[in-house]
């Protein structure tokens, strides 16, 4: 090791895993109080029986069920309110990605005398926020165990990252029977977040050597797990497999952070209502070509994992090999790798283009050189369904 490979890694949340573990939430959480808010989107968690479980170990708790898809400040600062209002010592999320992560944002604005909008960047509040614990109930994100909480930003119409090292839950709570009432497109599309989150951590700038191992664990049990979650909802040995699978993945981003992918899938996002983890997804063969000229070696590892073994590495056989997994992938699930089965107009594809590639910080952890052409070309080939 040279003194450039110095790395961090640091993970501060406790997990507890199984089939069942919900019901051990009171007894987890004693030290933490007796009224939690929770936080909820508005009506899976209802919908499915899960909220009702744990408002059966809370008797004293509040309940903010307000929280939308893609969720923005306005509705984080309600949900501050009524915390404040209710008194509440610590904040359960029950939900997934947009839940978790408006939970993360109330339990600061519970603490901190200020509104969400002004939350965007890094410790951007003085007073400890409200301990956080997470039900993730899409198996997706990793928000149960990252830093950060992801907010659309409605005065930019963008979406924009609030992070502190105190937004690390608590306690994270990984039961595979919150998963099975998950719907095939958002089993699909979680599925294909994590994917993307591990993929992107391995080939990042600021990947670290631990994280590394996590992905390619990952990866191989995205392909053996995940078409069989679509194929049997109701499988907990598959449901199981793929939370931990977005535990990885956040684990491995709250160290390296996401790279260019993200970046450019909120476009499809925001402006076209893809969902996060179908939109990050469909840019993954294009890019990953892209990363096996950069980082081949990580990239043939990556196409080993996804069942494509390479046996030199040159970058072009690379690229052909992990495009392949990636496409396999989506044949597997039945899902079209191209945008344009998915609603994206290819008009607008060069002013996407021009817009990232004119933001350095969207590719801040990718590596290469990142030109406007580059990102146009990407932006036609994920369109299109190639690389
Ligand atoms: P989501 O927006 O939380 O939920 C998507 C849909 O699935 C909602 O309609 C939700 O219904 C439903 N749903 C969730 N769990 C369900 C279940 N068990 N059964 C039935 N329906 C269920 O989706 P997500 O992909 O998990 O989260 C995406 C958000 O996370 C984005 O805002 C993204 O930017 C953010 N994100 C954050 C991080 C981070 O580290 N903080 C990382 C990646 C992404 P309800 O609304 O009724 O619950």
């Given at each position: 090791?040279?003194?450039?490979?110095?790395?961090?890694?640091?993970?501060?949340?406790?997990?507890?895993?199984?089939?069942?573990?919900?019901?051990?939430?009171?007894?987890?959480?004693?030290?933490?109080?007796?009224?939690?808010?929770?936080?909820?989107?508005?009506?899976?968690?209802?919908?499915?029986?899960?909220?009702?479980?744990?408002?059966?170990?809370?008797?004293?708790?509040?309940?903010?069920?307000?929280?939308?898809?893609?969720?923005?400040?306005?509705?984080?600062?309600?949900?501050?309110?009524?915390?404040?209002?209710?008194?509440?010592?610590?904040?359960?999320?029950?939900?997934?990605?947009?839940?978790?992560?408006?939970?993360?944002?109330?339990?600061?604005?519970?603490?901190?005398?200020?509104?969400?909008?002004?939350?965007?960047?890094?410790?951007?509040?003085?007073?400890?926020?409200?301990?956080?614990?997470?039900?993730?109930?899409?198996?997706?994100?990793?928000?149960?165990?990252?830093?950060?909480?992801?907010?659309?930003?409605?005065?930019?119409?963008?979406?924009?990252?609030?992070?502190?090292?105190?937004?690390?839950?608590?306690?994270?709570?990984?039961?595979?029977?919150?998963?099975?009432?998950?719907?095939?497109?958002?089993?699909?599309?979680?599925?294909?977040?994590?994917?993307?989150?591990?993929?992107e951590?391995?080939v990042s700038?600021?990947?670290?050597?631990?994280?590394?191992?996590?992905?390619?664990?990952?990866?191989?049990?995205?392909?053996?797990?995940?078409?069989?979650?679509?194929?049997?909802?109701?499988?907990?040995?598959?449901?199981?497999?793929?939370?931990?699978?977005?535990?990885?993945?956040?684990?491995?981003?709250?160290?390296?952070g996401t790279t260019m992918v993200h970046g450019?899938?909120?476009?499809?996002?925001?402006?076209?209502?893809?969902?996060?983890?179908?939109?990050?997804?469909?840019?993954?063969?294009?890019?990953?070509?892209?990363?096996?000229?950069?980082?081949?070696?990580?990239?043939?590892?990556?196409?080993?994992?996804?069942?494509?073994?390479?046996?030199?590495?040159?970058?072009?056989?690379?690229?052909?090999?992990?495009?392949?997994?990636?496409?396999?992938?989506?044949?597997?699930?039945?899902?079209?790798?191209?945008?344009?089965?998915?609603?994206?107009?290819?008009?607008?594809?060069?002013?996407?283009?021009?817009?990232?590639?004119?933001?350095?910080?969207?590719f801040?952890n990718q590596?290469?050189?990142?030109?406007?052409?580059?990102?146009?070309?990407?932006?036609?080939?994920?369109?299109?369904?190639?690389?």
């Amino acid at each position: 090791m040279t003194p450039m490979d110095t790395y961090t890694f640091h993970m501060p949340t406790r997990i507890l895993s199984g089939a069942g573990a919900v019901s051990r939430l009171a007894a987890e959480c004693a030290s933490l109080g007796r009224r939690p808010l929770i936080v909820t989107g508005r009506n899976s968690a209802r919908a499915c029986g899960l909220l009702d479980r744990v408002l059966a170990q809370f008797p004293e708790a509040a309940v903010f069920t307000e929280v939308e898809e893609n969720p923005g400040t306005a509705v984080c600062d309600r949900g501050g309110l009524l915390c404040r209002e209710k008194k509440c010592d610590f904040v359960i999320a029950l939900g997934g990605g947009s839940p978790m992560d408006a939970a993360k944002v109330i339990a600061v604005l519970a603490t901190n005398d200020t509104k969400a909008a002004e939350l965007f960047g890094a410790d951007k509040y003085a007073a400890t926020p409200l301990p956080i614990v997470a039900v993730p109930t899409t198996a997706g994100t990793g928000s149960e165990v990252t830093p950060y909480s992801v907010l659309t930003d409605e005065s930019q119409g963008m979406k924009r990252t609030v992070k502190g090292a105190s937004l690390f839950p608590a306690l994270a709570v990984l039961d595979p029977e919150t998963q099975v009432s998950m719907p095939r497109s958002v089993t699909i599309a979680t599925g294909l977040d994590a994917l993307s989150q591990v993929m992107e951590g391995l080939v990042s700038r600021n990947a670290t050597p631990p994280g590394d191992v996590l992905a390619l664990d990952a990866c191989r049990l995205v392909r053996r797990w995940l078409p069989v979650a679509v194929r049997e909802p109701g499988s907990l040995e598959a449901r199981e497999a793929m939370l931990r699978v977005a535990m990885y993945s956040g684990v491995i981003i709250a160290q390296s952070g996401t790279t260019m992918v993200h970046g450019m899938g909120y476009y499809y996002t925001l402006r076209h209502g893809l969902a996060h983890g179908l939109a990050n997804g469909l840019l993954l063969a294009p890019m990953f070509a892209f990363n096996a000229r950069e980082v081949p070696g990580k990239v043939a590892a990556l196409a080993a994992a996804l069942g494509c073994p390479v046996e030199s590495d040159d970058p072009d056989e690379v690229a052909e090999a992990v495009a392949g997994g990636v496409h396999a992938l989506f044949g597997g699930l039945g899902v079209s790798p191209a945008a344009r089965d998915h609603g994206v107009p290819e008009s607008v594809l060069d002013g996407y283009a021009d817009e990232v590639a004119g933001d350095p910080y969207r590719f801040r952890n990718q590596p290469g050189v990142i030109t406007p052409e580059l990102v146009r070309r990407l932006y036609h080939a994920s369109w299109e369904g190639a690389w």
